[in-house]
């Protein structure tokens, strides 16, 4: 079974910011290879139009960085050559016994880092903000690892295996940072699994 993490400062201060209904569900995270190298090569053919992308974060103490992360992303399409991505993800989830049931294929975006890029701690947006659903998890799929630093941290402490194919999975309540890329590029595939992906059930973890 995957770890959970430490308290959340933020929910602390802002105990109505977080609505998952299940806490230690949205303090949930794991890790495995799940996708091989021509299985990447697939999912990396459909990135063609990149655009900067520059995000806010909430800090602890509930001030913001105005650039909170650097980084560029583009829109990943669901169609039936990429829908092998979905069921690999239905897969794992039933794997972990999380009490999740899929309705379709989440929104995804493809990240590049390159050298100077990064995103700072921070917290996933879990409420209805700027007409956006309410986020239950987030999924990311590691595809190279031909860079240097770009570490992907949990909880400030757990550091992410940079495999090829490594999937990591975590919920809205577990901070997480990218470090700053000192070489090469890093290159992602993010799933943000919300209230239009699927629901929750009451136990959430089995």
């Given amino acids: 079974m995957a770890p959970y993490v430490n308290s959340n400062l933020l929910y602390d201060l802002d105990p109505k910011r977080f609505k998952v209904p299940n806490n230690k569900y949205s303090r949930f995270y794991a890790q495995k290879v799940i996708f091989t190298p021509d299985e990447l090569e697939r ?22 960085t105005p650039k909170g992360s650097s980084f560029t992303e583009d829109t990943f399409n669901w169609d039936e050559d990429t829908e092998f991505v979905y069921n690999r993800l239905k897969d794992w989830t039933k794997e972990l016994m999380l009490d999740f049931e899929w309705k379709t294929q989440p929104w995804a975006e493809f990240r590049r880092y390159v050298e100077g890029d990064f995103f700072k701690r921070h917290y996933d947006t879990p409420w209805n903000h700027k007409g956006l659903p309410l986020r239950y998890f987030t999924v990311g799929i590691q595809l190279n690892e031909e860079y240097e630093g770009g570490d992907f941290i949990i909880d400030s402490q757990h550091v992410m295996t940079k495999a090829k194919g490594n999937v990591v999975l ?16 890093r290159e992602t595939l993010i799933c943000f699994i919300d209230i239009d992906s699927g629901k929750v059930g009451k136990s959430n973890i089995i």
């Fill in 170 to 185: 975590w919920g809205v309540e577990v901070p997480h940072e990218v470090t700053v890329i000192t070489a090469g590029s």
């Fill in 43 to 64: 999912i990396q053919k459909y990135f063609n139009k990149e655009s900067y992308r520059i995000y806010p974060v909430t800090n602890d103490d509930l001030s913001i």
